[in-house]
């Protein structure tokens, strides 16, 4: 089975500064597809940005990028000149390329991120 | 489009009670799935369907029970609550199998069992 690791429960940064949050995966499929996902405080599940893992080039979607190593199975969340509406709770997850991923996403446990004003 | 909606927001129960969360899609979406979230924890998938008259289950499907009869509606039971089901639920749908793809998830319902 798939597992998905947060290693950090909670990240602060200053507000327009960069923060980096860490995901790690183990899988012994090489298809497959990782997410980053945002829940604010109201609850809502919100796609941040997409990686398959037979691409090479890192994610971008504006102030958010990702690192991904694909041998170190690691999956970073960077996002620049933070906001005070990027403060949520942020997951990383993980879905099996074989069946289209019919079997769901697995999640992390989350990293909690503070923006200081 | 409503998107993914999900009802009741809310809901609090007595242990050994039986109810039905609602899920609702107007996206013409094959793939449907419920999660749970409980404190310090990711969501955990209980069921999922591939399409109408399709389920399975997913990694915490005990003392819960799903049926899809229509694309549109994957509703989701509770036999007999018990305390360990309280929990936030989230209902998410999705185009299909086929990738790449993006889940859609409802608002969730906050469900307390005493």
């Known amino acids: 089975a798939q597992t998905v690791t947060q290693s950090q429960p909670e990240m602060s940064v200053q507000e327009a500064e960069t923060v980096t949050l860490s995901c790690t995966y183990d899988?012994?499929?090489?298809?497959?597809?990782l997410f980053w996902y945002k829940q604010p405080p109201s609850r809502q599940m919100i796609l941040v940005i997409r990686?398959?893992?037979?691409?090479?080039q890192n994610a971008t979607e504006n102030r958010f990028s990702v690192n991904f190593q694909k041998a170190a199975k690691s999956f970073s969340l960077k996002i620049s000149d933070s906001q005070l509406g990027d403060a949520a709770m942020y997951f990383c997850?993980?879905?099996?390329?074989?069946?289209?991923?019919?079997?769901?996403?697995?999640f992390g446990k989350g990293t909690h991120l503070i923006i200081q004003p | 489009n409503a998107g993914v909606t999900q009802t009741p927001k809310f809901q609090v129960l007595k242990t050994g009670q039986s109810m039905t969360l609602q899920c609702a899609q107007d996206?013409?979406?094959?793939?449907m799935s419920w999660y749970r979230q409980d404190p310090g924890m990711g969501l955990r998938l209980i069921h999922y369907?591939?399409?109408?008259?399709?389920?399975d289950q997913g990694e915490v499907p005990n003392g819960y029970n799903v049926s899809r009869s229509t694309t549109e509606d994957f509703p989701l039971r509770l036999l007999s609550a018990a305390p360990s089901q309280t929990s936030v639920y989230f209902c998410?749908?999705?185009?299909?199998?086929?990738?790449?793809?993006?889940?859609?998830f409802g608002p969730g319902t906050r469900l307390t069992v005493t």
């Open positions: 997850a993980y879905s099996s390329g074989s069946g289209g991923g019919a079997d769901g996403l697995t």
């Open positions: 998410a749908s999705s185009y299909g199998i086929a990738p790449p793809y993006e889940q859609y």
């Open positions: 369907s591939v399409g109408a008259g399709i389920t």
């Open positions: 996206m013409n979406h094959e793939y």
């Open positions: 899988t012994s499929e090489s298809d497959y597809y």
């Open positions: 990686q398959e893992a037979y691409k090479q």
